[in-house]
């Protein structure tokens, strides 16, 4: 089957093209009614159609994207339309869900038939480079090209391989926060919350001032308990496993880690398991917590941008953008075991083996260069560069970024409520990323985890007494070994 007829069959875009006809020798302006499409496995739903004038002289490439919302594509084909513009190259914009992207590229890879750039979440990074899909040698050319001392060193060390190359190249993503009121720390004189003893002392003295010392996850059927507490057994120096796959959970780290956080939780916490993410933030919103473990999307949301989640404390009435203007943020932080990490999620654009590599670097070249600020700018509260400038100018995109306009019911730059110091502490925190498994290329059994949430049930356990934390410990590592040994089929 033809590469045009089985773009078509998986909803690639419809390329009209009234009968003109391309030589090398003359160049003709190609007027294109283009659909942009959304992907559910086979079936098609048409999201926008647009008409655009771009003018092809030379290959056209297919470039997968998983951001699928009309404002989204509207961005998207932009950037698109001015890398044809000054190369000539064409680009198929096809438009894949998240949720079917794995399963879609399989479908494609068995049939030869992949794109040439795709953009796509860490998650499945090292199952498709295991499977062939992605090129390294292309991405690490690509990484070379633009200076890797330009890019997030935890960003690429998350799609490291053992020769030293990279399965990908980093283009955005976000890490958790520990977010804390600055003007308590400096009323109460606390330190702000870098290592556990402060975060710890913090607590302690939060919650003896009346307040709730910190918010973070401890519903056990939730995915939010499991982000939180991987952010603290990283930065205490626990792994899901080792190298060779061994996992590596049973520890006298993960113990410790188990014990600390249950009792802060308990103690100076929540004191509950039921709580996540809606109740973590509403509590700080209304200025009854002095600590919050949470994403970067909460950034425009405290400043007042959203109507749906106003901030509420009492001095939010008259400023609703008070808890901005009077929060600091530590993205990494270290345990008694480890040194400071991040629990980060990072997106990658990937050239395939299937791709026509040529074209494919220039494109991820410009993407990460002349296009890059106008893509950030799709969501920039939750895209921090993870390129933060060039050779000439190291922070051109970190500074781009910072005046970027975010938010819902109105708009402005994150600059607007944050120093510059706040924002310069959470896109460099992504040096610090980590992630359990995936450096381990052990996706596939992050996912399960994920969906199983064995960690999560088993902490609530703790805080209700039914578990010690070496008990906690010990019963998460076999479930995570049954898990393991169902996967590989035994």
Known sequence: ??????????????????????????????????????????????????????????????????????????????????????????????????????????????????????????????????????????????????????????????????????????????????????????????????????????????????????????????????????????????????????????????????????????????????????QSRALYFAGQAGMVVWSPFILDEMAGLRDSVLPNCPECADDPAYLARNSGVVPAFAGPHGSPAQYGQVSYMGITTGANTEAAQQFVEFWLSDGYLDWLGVAAEGKFPMRRGTAENPTEYLEGWSHLEVGVDRRAPLSDFYSEEVLTAIVEGANNFDRWGFAQGQGELVSALYSELVVPRALADVMEGFLTPEEAAAQIQAEVEDIQASLAGE
């Open 1 to 278: 089957m033809s590469r045009k007829n089985m773009l078509s069959i998986l909803a690639l875009l419809a390329v009209i093209v009234g009968g003109l006809v391309l030589t090398a020798c003359q160049p003709e302006t190609i007027v294109e009614t283009v659909e942009v499409e959304r992907v559910v496995t086979q079936e098609v739903e048409t999201v926008v159609t647009q008409e655009v004038e771009v003018q092809v002289t030379g290959p056209t490439i297919v470039f997968w994207s998983t951001e699928s919302q009309p404002a989204r594509v509207e961005r998207t084909q932009a950037i698109i339309d001015r890398f044809t513009e000054q190369t000539g190259i064409g680009v198929e914009l096809v438009l894949v869900e998240e949720n079917n992207i794995d399963s879609v590229m399989a479908a494609n890879f068995a049939a030869g038939t992949m794109p040439d750039v795709v953009f796509f979440p860490l998650d499945f990074a090292a199952g498709w480079y295991a499977q062939g899909i992605l090129d390294d040698a292309a991405a690490t050319a690509t990484v070379e090209a633009l200076d890797p001392t330009t890019f997030s060193e935890g960003a690429l060390n998350l799609v490291a391989t053992a020769d030293g190359t990279y399965m990908a190249v980093p283009s955005d993503g976000w890490g958790q926060l520990l977010i804390y009121r600055a003007d308590l720390f400096e009323e109460l004189g606390l330190e702000p919350p870098t290592d556990f003893d402060k975060i710890q002392a913090a607590a302690e003295a939060l919650t003896e001032a009346g307040y709730t010392g910190i918010m973070a996850g401890t519903d056990p059927g939730q995915v939010f308990t499991q982000q939180t507490f991987e952010h603290f057994a990283l930065a205490n120096g626990v792994q899901l496993t080792d190298d060779a796959g061994n996992v590596t959970l049973d520890t006298p780290e993960m113990v410790d880690t188990i014990a600390y956080y249950t009792n802060l939780m308990s103690e100076f916490g929540p004191g509950d398991t039921a709580t996540f993410w809606d």
